[in-house]
């Protein structure tokens, strides 16, 4: 995983659209392959043990009395998968009623997935920056050099 | 003391404690963000495990000197 990202041609806007749809694309768009699964294996990771533990009713972009979930906005920084897990969800949580409230391990599978949108926006800056400023030094280029 | 210590941490430790399922979620964030920062897989792992064992072992150390100012106030 070290080599340069590409000084020209690459478009960071287009490393970023991709990265919030795919985890990960972003960088696999850049050439980064490695830091691509690795990006994409630890955040879809994330959201899928959040609809495990949650019983997969974590990711509803609506409460009971119809107002947008604001975890869910936060778990909207994963992009795809999210969009892709809402209706799910929704069918899950639709079924299940208005007791998924009452089961405690659903709030621990709600902060997997907003933790996942989080770390989404983070990889997504990153796969931006990485493109649109080629040149700035890496830290452990800089941690080498200081050793 | 001592005792509600002991029963403190057998608490914490338990299996059946929730806590344990957020060990993963902070492990795969440390992974993350340390990999944001750096490209070699070594640094990143070092990094990574360095971050971890802070964030836990602050929180840690955090809930013990809650714990005991609770029992004394």
Redesign the interface.
């Known amino acids: 995983?070290?080599g340069q990202y590409p000084a020209g041609g690459a478009s960071p806007v287009a490393a970023l659209v991709l990265a919030w749809a795919i985890p990960g694309a972003g960088h696999a768009y850049a050439g980064r392959w490695?830091?691509a699964a690795?990006?994409f294996g630890?955040?879809v990771?994330?959201l899928v043990?959040g609809m495990i533990?949650g019983g997969g009713t974590v990711i509803i972009h609506r409460d009971t009395q119809g107002h947008i979930e604001l975890w869910w906005m936060a778990q909207m920084g994963a992009g795809g998968p999210t969009v892709a897990l809402t209706p799910i969800s929704e069918y899950l949580a639709a079924r299940a009623g208005p007791d998924i409230y009452a089961n405690?391990?659903r709030e621990?599978g709600t902060?997997?997935a907003a933790?996942a949108g989080f770390?989404n926006v983070?990889?997504m800056m990153?796969a931006y920056v990485k493109l649109a400023y080629p040149h700035r030094r890496?830290?452990?280029e800089e941690?080498k050099e200081e050793s | 003391m001592l005792e509600a210590l002991r029963h403190f941490f057998e608490h914490l430790l338990a299996l059946s404690n929730?806590l344990w399922?957020?060990y993963?979620?902070c492990a795969?964030?440390a992974?993350?963000?340390k990999?944001?920062?750096?490209?070699?897989?070594k640094?990143i792992a070092r990094h990574a495990l360095h971050f971890f064992l802070w964030i836990t072992g602050g929180m840690l150390v955090l809930a013990t000197v809650f714990y005991i100012l609770s029992l004394v106030f």
């Not at chain 2, 990999?35 to 897989?41: E, G, I, S």
Request: aromatic letters at 14%.
């Open positions: 995983m070290n490695g830091k690795l990006f630890c955040i990771g994330l043990a533990i405690r391990f621990v902060l997997y933790v770390l983070l990889v990153d890496r830290d452990d941690e | 929730p399922l957020y993963p979620l795969a964030a992974v993350v963000y990999a944001t920062k750096y490209d070699d897989p640094t």
